[in-house]
């Protein structure tokens, strides 16, 4: 697609469920990321995936929080068990970065519409 | 890890004025971005401008990456301009793309 699309926009759930979050990056784009921002606040990094592996998952809040990546592509961020402190936007990225060592504008990381989480 | 610091806060203006805003780092990076949110949350990408400087229309930006801060200037300003610019930059000691972002500018531009 033309942009980075996620789904689905809103999710209301109770305390306790588990939630699947899911992002379809900018086609051809290798680099995925997953980040959080709370109510009035700046955004946190989550995990950051190079295909489908996971090469830094250092900001993944806590075990009940996992994300996975299939054919290179499409991505989900599972939240298990959710607590209200879980509630907020959950937004993914996608570049097409060259590698460590080749720096440039495609590193550039566009952001998809988000989704809204509300745990009751 | 890296400290991202933006100014002002908020920022009040009357539509047709100009604008700073500014972001501090406290290391190097690889790589630094503005962004607008718009009032529905759509993160839209202003600059990829780790160093030098850039025009877009009414919006420029410039990165002194030797001094650790960045500039973006918005003149003549619209009321589709409101809404939140934040600064987010990639560490140069990280091995990952992972963007670390300021706490943002908050802008209401008045008609």
């Known amino acids: 697609g033309a942009g980075v699309s996620q789904s689905p926009s809103n999710k209301v759930t109770e305390k306790g469920k588990d939630v699947e979050l899911r992002c379809d990056p900018i086609?051809?784009?290798?680099?995925l990321y997953w980040y959080r921002q709370s109510l009035g606040q700046g955004l946190e990094f989550l995990i950051y995936f190079q295909g489908n592996s996971a090469p830094d998952k250092s900001g993944l809040p806590s075990d009940r929080f996992s994300a996975e990546r299939t054919g290179g592509s499409v991505s989900t961020l599972t939240i298990q068990r959710t607590q209200q402190e879980d509630s907020a936007v959950y937004l993914c990225?996608?570049?097409?970065?060259?590698?460590?060592?080749?720096?440039?504008?495609?590193?550039?990381?566009?952001f998809g519409p988000g989704t809204r989480l509300l745990v009751l | 890890g890296i400290q991202v610091e933006q100014s002002p806060p908020d920022l009040i203006l009357q539509e047709g004025a100009n604008s700073t805003l500014r972001c501090n780092f406290s290391?190097?990076?690889?790589?630094l971005q503005w962004f607008h949110q718009n009032p529905w949350g759509q993160l839209i990408n202003l600059f990829y401008i780790p160093s030098g400087t850039k025009q877009n229309g009414r919006l420029s930006a410039t990165t002194v990456a030797t001094e650790r801060y960045s500039l973006l200037y918005i003149s003549s300003s619209q009321t589709t301009d409101s809404g939140v610019y934040f600064c987010?930059?990639?560490?140069?000691?990280?091995?990952?793309?992972?963007?670390?972002f300021g706490s943002g500018t908050r802008l209401l531009v008045r008609p």
């Open positions: 290391d190097s990076v690889n790589n």
């Open positions: 987010a930059v990639e560490p140069r000691m990280d091995s990952s793309y992972k963007l670390i």
């Open positions: 990225a996608s570049s097409s970065p060259l590698g460590l060592a080749t720096r440039g504008p495609l590193e550039t990381q566009y």
């Open positions: 086609s051809g784009h290798t680099a």
